[in-house]
C-alpha cells in the first residue's frame, strides 16, 4: 500500500448529531448543501449532478460547472452508523478509481450545548501532500454548506 497522508478539519454545528447526519445523506437536502458548498467555497458554478444512494455499498455522484469545465466527485459508501460516522470512497479522477481516497465523518454530541462537531478525516495518497491546505479548505466549505441547509 503506498504511503498515505491525511487531511483533517473540524466543524461545530448549531444542530443534533441525528440531523448533520441525515442532511449530509437526505437526497432531497444535498443539491441544497452542494451550491451552499460551491458559494462558500468561491465557486459560484451551477450543480449538475447531484445524486446518491445512501445505503452501505452505494455510490454517489456530485457534480458542478467551473471555469474549466465539470467538476465530478464520486464514490461508495463504506460505513453508515447514524449518528456518529460516515465514511466513504472519494474519486475526483477516473485514474484515482483503483486506489481512492477515503473520506470519514466523525460526528459527535457538543458537551456542553446542543449542537454537533464533526471532524472529517481525508486520508489520500502522499503525492497529493501539497493539496492538503487545498483539500481542507474545500472540505471546511463542504461542511459550512451543510449547516447553511440545517
Not at 23 to 41: C, E, I, K, S
Not at 80 to 91: C, E, G, N, S
Not at 126 to 147: C, F, H, N, S
Request: proline share 6%; net charge negative.
Amino acid at each position: 500500500m503506498p504511503d498515505r497522508i491525511e487531511a483533517k478539519v473540524t466543524h461545530r454545528f448549531k444542530a443534533s448529531p441525528e440531523r448533520v447526519y441525515d442532511t449530509f445523506l437526505d437526497p432531497d437536502q444535498v443539491a441544497h448543501w452542494q451550491a451552499a458548498w460551491l458559494r462558500h467555497g468561491g465557486m459560484g458554478g451551477d450543480v449538475t449532478a447531484s445524486e446518491l444512494d445512501p445505503t452501505v455499498g452505494g455510490a454517489f455522484l456530485f457534480a458542478d460547472k467551473r471555469e474549466d469545465g465539470e467538476a465530478r466527485h464520486w464514490g461508495i459508501f463504506l460505513h453508515l452508523h447514524r449518528p456518529t460516522k460516515i465514511a466513504f470512497t472519494w474519486i475526483v479522477d477516473e485514474s484515482e478509481e483503483d486506489d481512492p481516497s477515503e473520506v470519514t465523518i466523525i460526528i459527535e454530541p457538543e458537551l456542553d450545548g446542543p449542537g454537533a462537531i464533526a471532524t472529517l478525516y481525508h486520508t489520500m495518497d502522499a503525492q497529493w501532500a501539497d493539496y492538503v491546505p487545498q483539500t481542507e479548505k474545500g472540505w471546511r466549505a463542504m461542511l459550512e454548506g451543510i449547516e447553511t441547509v440545517l
